[in-house]
């Protein structure tokens, strides 16, 4: 509402975030019910999983082009301002967003495709039991954490590059575009690795180097090392 700090912009932020994160999980949900209806087998499943962790690579690479899109809109508004530029930017992202998000809403044929089970259990007794088991808490706090903090560092990259790395907006653009092309090389070799490990082991390692890399954001700009090759080892990694 104002261009400056103010008591409404916090309450409107908060409501936003909370509506968000509200009719993200409504979607969710049941988006992900439909992976075991679809999938038959572990190895259908394993797929599955994979094309949804690489849709959700590239919609972060997507999103974190905000900044690149402004730049580009500069030719056609002249005489628009940084903050119009970004708000522009962030409707055409969400634009897109939400034509991809209908595609399985109309496209995908439940009927044809998916093997549904019928519960028997009621909701709020599903949940009873989903709560009552230690393994299942155990998970829901480490996946919970996990996507929390990635939440956190991906939204800011660009802080990262541009202010403690003090590097151009550009090189976060080149940081995904090797973070992503590597982990697209990687993908086939993660499947052999679930079939020949297992899916624990890798998980618990993935976890491991995850910590890792996330500790190394710490001592970005204090280490005497050159910001490129900081960043550049990190998207690597």
């Known amino acids: 509402y104002h261009n400056y700090e103010s008591s409404v912009n916090y309450i409107w932020l908060f409501f936003i975030q909370l509506c968000y994160y509200l009719f993200l999980t409504i979607y969710i949900i049941p988006y992900n019910a439909l992976v075991p209806e679809l999938a038959e087998t572990e190895d259908e499943k394993l797929k599955i999983s994979v094309a949804l962790s690489l849709a959700f690579v590239l919609g972060m690479v997507l999103t974190s082009q905000v900044p690149l899109l402004a730049r580009g809109l500069e030719r056609f508004f002249d005489s628009a301002t940084t903050q119009t530029l970004f708000r522009i930017s962030m409707g055409i992202i969400i634009i897109i ?70 590097l151009p907006e550009e090189k976060g653009t080149w940081f995904l575009a090797i973070m992503i092309g590597l982990s697209l090389a990687f993908y086939p070799l993660v499947i052999k690795m679930v079939k020949s490990f297992g899916k624990k082991r890798l998980i618990i390692s993935s976890f491991i180097i995850f910590a890792v890399l996330f500790f190394s954001v710490m001592f970005m700009g204090k280490i005497k090392i050159k910001p490129e090759v900081y960043l550049y080892t990190l998207a690597v990694l």
């Open 97 to 166: 967003a939400c034509i991809l998000m209908f595609i399985p809403v109309f496209v995908l044929n439940e009927k044809k495709y998916c093997k549904p089970v019928t519960s028997t259990v009621g909701i709020f007794k599903s949940l009873k039991t989903a709560f009552s088991s230690k393994n299942f808490l155990i998970f829901m706090v480490a996946d919970s954490s996990f996507f929390v903090t990635l939440a956190i560092i991906a939204s800011g990259l660009l802080y990262y590059v541009k202010v403690l790395l003090l």
